[in-house]
């Protein structure tokens, strides 16, 4: 089918609750995507950061066509090797917790919340999180991402949420009380602008979570898997959770979440507590370990942090050359570029000249590429970037 085409089909049997750009994607190659008219596109935010190895990585595709002739999915009252292994392996890279599997990061934080509920007592029923922050888009979730923008049509949201500036310690210290069940928050905000947290904020939340009896919970849907450089973003800030969230770029580009919790919280969570009909299915799964195993034979996670200081300095330099850029900011491959106006326009214009970035909070250029990105890619990029605000100054 032709572009218009595929659109019109999409028109007709398709919900619109999303804003499509007008490209019907065919192809997806390590760092690049094509369109259905042959366009080749430099992909800097790949599957809105899920492809985090690049597209169909080698491995990943390898270990797909291995499980998919032997068993796609067994429900969860049997034992599946691939889900062993895959909570075996994220267990050894972050602080040796006990993995609940479901599909999205949304599903993840909804498992935390009611996790930390589980764990705590019927007394404490109050979260407290981060203005900025951005955790989903069920009831639970959305009422947890503090932006009224993603509240609007849906009031009144779940009662006990208690929103709090990002980085504010002495707004944190207020806010809690013997209520609160747990803090969740974001070590990098992605969604939020790129907006990273202090080691002192991060470190205040795992104090006063200690002293109140409540739960220290990090969404690193967006920080995880690497992208950061390390494994996980909490590793960057010299403090450990009681439960980490994980999605996006886990499986490769397939569906997988995952909620990691220390050992005597997780046994909180028992038989009809809360479950997940696809979770930790066995494609999921054997994509969720190729992905590990190609980070680290493939040194990925060395080449995130190289590759992300080598970015921001780039930046840096274009900040220099156009007033439109007011600062850079972020950790590794986890980047954004706060601009003096609104970033569509820059988004639309450098798609056009084959580059694929985002904006998000309106004015924030945000740029994940995949952790197999060069240097060579990378300057591609900034050169297209630079093109299209040379034409905008």
Same mark, same amino acid.
């Given at each position: ?31 690049? #995507? =094509? ?8 992909? #800097?935010?790949? +599957? ?10 080698? *491995? ?56 930390? *509920?589980?764990?705590?007592? @019927?007394?404490?029923? !109050? ?50 009380? &013997? ?26 939340? *795992? ?26 973003? =909490? ?13 996006? $770029? ?8 995952? #909620? ?27 994509? +969720? ?24 300095? !780039? ?40 580059? *694929? ?12 590429? $995949? ?5 060579? @890619?990378? &300057? ?14």
């Amino acid at each position: 089918m032709t572009t218009q085409e595929t659109i019109e089909l999409f028109n007709k049997y398709v919900i619109a609750n999303y804003g499509r750009l007008p490209r019907v994607i065919v192809k997806g190659e390590g760092c690049y #995507m =094509y369109d259905v008219d042959g366009n080749k596109i430099l992909d #800097m935010f790949p +599957g809105w950061a899920v492809s985090g190895i690049g597209h169909c990585h080698p *491995r990943v595709v390898e270990a797909l066509r291995k499980q998919a002739g032997e068993l796609l999915h067994i429900d969860n009252t049997f034992y599946s090797e691939q889900q062993g292994e895959l909570a075996k392996l994220l267990s050894e890279r972050a602080f040796g917790g006990k993995c609940f599997f479901c599909n999205s990061g949304a599903e993840a934080n909804e498992a935390a919340l009611k996790l930390a *509920r589980l764990y705590t007592s @019927q007394e404490k029923y !109050k979260f407290i999180t981060a203005e900025g922050s951005f955790h989903g888009r069920t009831f639970a979730t959305v009422t947890a991402t503090a932006q009224p923008k993603y509240h609007e049509g849906f009031l009144p949201l779940l009662p006990g949420f208690v929103y709090v500036p990002f980085n504010d310690i002495s707004a944190l210290e207020s806010a809690f009380s &013997d209520e609160v069940a747990a803090v969740l928050v974001e070590p990098i905000q992605g969604e939020g602008g790129i907006n990273v947290a202090t080691a002192e904020y991060l470190q205040a939340i *795992r104090r006063l979570c200690d002293e109140k009896g409540a739960v220290m919970i990090l969404d690193e849907v967006q920080t995880g898997m690497g992208r950061t450089g390390k494994w996980f973003g =909490y590793q960057h800030f010299d403090v450990e959770p009681d439960i980490i969230t994980m999605a996006k $770029a886990l499986g490769g580009g397939v569906a997988i979440g995952a #909620m990691m919790a220390r050992g005597e919280i997780a046994a909180s969570l028992v038989p009809g507590k809360h479950a997940s009909t696809f979770g930790g299915n066995c494609l999921a799964c054997a994509a +969720g370990v190729s992905v590990i195993k190609a980070i680290e034979e493939d040194n990925l996670l060395e080449n995130a942090a190289e590759l992300g200081q080598y970015i921001k300095d !780039k930046l840096e330099q274009l900040k220099q050359k156009h007033s439109m850029i007011d600062s850079v900011r972020g950790i590794g491959l986890m980047i954004g570029v706060q601009l003096n106006g609104p970033g569509k326009e820059i988004v639309d214009k450098c798609l056009e000249k084959g580059l *694929r970035i985002n904006c998000t909070n309106n004015t924030v250029l945000r740029l994940m590429p $995949a952790m197999i990105a060069t240097k060579d @890619q990378i &300057d591609q990029a900034i050169e297209i970037l630079d093109t299209v605000m040379k034409e905008g100054d």
